[in-house]
Structure formats: structure tokens, C-alpha cells
């Protein structure tokens, strides 16, 4: 009895979709899920999602790789592929949220203003630093940087979830 719709008739019939989907394998996707969540979290930080915006990309994460779970070839690592799709709602993201890059760096400069009239912890003071350094590099140094040096993926894994030549990373 269901009729062709539009607007919001076809967002309700996929979240219906996705629900289904969810319960009918949500065992399997579940413990594979589990496994790599911390990865997918860190993996999504690195590529500079401010904590705000974490749990929605997350959540748009978990749906796409659960949507795309049964034409992945669960013999090989994981990984790569769920930082493929990590990428690309973080490459979705940057498109659709430039605004809020823009936000994150007048809060950056309010942290410094801050840092400068309080005496902030050493630790803080040089995790702040790093971070600081880290987002100064270009876009394509630090994702790589944080996947290889932070997540511990190969340059060949890097490539792959990138999809970038593998001389380039």
C-alpha cells in the first residue's frame, strides 16, 4: 500500500528502509561496527571534523557502511575501506561546512587570546601546540600524517583509502 511521494514521503520510506535493513543484520554489522568505531571516530578527527560535528558524520558513516556491507570482501582488512568511506563524507563535509571551518578558526583565536592571560597546563599548552602545527599543514600532508603516524595504516593502505597513487603518499 505503498504510494510513489515526494519530499518528505521519500526520507520517511528510507529511514523505514534503513530500519528494517538495520534489524534484519544488525548482529553481523553490529559486532563488525563495534571493532571499528574507535577507528572510524579517530580516523574522522584526524581529518579535522570538529567534536561538535562527530556524532552525525559518525552516524552518516555507520548508515554508508552498513549500506555498503555486502559488496565488501570481508577476507581483507576492514580498514581501508571504512576509511575510504570515512573520507568521503569528511570530503562531503568540507564542501557542505565551510562555514563552520570558518567558526573553528575564530575559536581557535579565542583560545590563543585566553591561553594568553591564563597560565594554561603544560600538558594542554603543548597538546594545544601540536594540534595548532598539525592543522597548519596542507590538507593532504596531514590527513596522510594522521593515518599513517596516527592510526598506523601503510602507505599502500593510505593509498588505497584515499585513492591516491601510492608514490604520493
Not at 20 to 34: G, K, S, V
Not at 67 to 79: F, G, I, N, Y
Not at 125 to 137: C, K, N, P, Q, S
Not at 148 to 164: F, Q, R
Request: hydrophobic letters at 40%.
Amino acid at each position: 500500500s505503498s504510494s510513489a511521494g515526494t519530499g518528505d514521503g521519500s526520507s520517511t520510506r528510507r529511514a523505514e528502509t534503513d530500519q528494517y535493513l538495520m534489524d534484519a543484520n544488525e548482529p553481523r554489522f553490529t559486532a563488525i561496527y563495534a571493532e571499528y568505531a574507535p577507528h572510524v571516530w579517530r580516523v574522522a578527527r584526524y581529518f579535522g571534523v570538529p567534536q561538535a560535528s562527530m556524532p552525525d558524520l559518525t552516524q552518516e558513516v555507520r548508515l554508508s557502511a552498513f549500506r555498503q556491507l555486502a559488496t565488501v570482501d570481508l577476507s581483507r582488512s576492514l580498514r581501508p575501506w571504512l576509511t575510504a568511506v570515512v573520507w568521503n563524507h569528511v570530503r562531503h563535509f568540507r564542501r557542505s561546512h565551510a562555514r563552520h571551518v570558518r567558526k573553528d578558526q575564530a575559536l581557535a583565536n579565542v583560545e590563543a587570546i585566553r591561553g594568553a592571560t591564563e597560565v594554561p597546563q603544560a600538558r594542554h599548552e603543548a597538546a594545544w601546540t601540536v594540534e595548532r602545527l598539525i592543522d597548519g599543514l596542507p590538507e593532504d600532508q596531514r590527513d596522510v600524517l594522521m593515518l599513517c603516524d596516527g592510526e598506523g595504516l601503510t602507505a599502500s593502505e593510505v593509498a588505497e583509502a584515499l585513492g591516491v597513487q601510492l608514490n604520493t603518499v
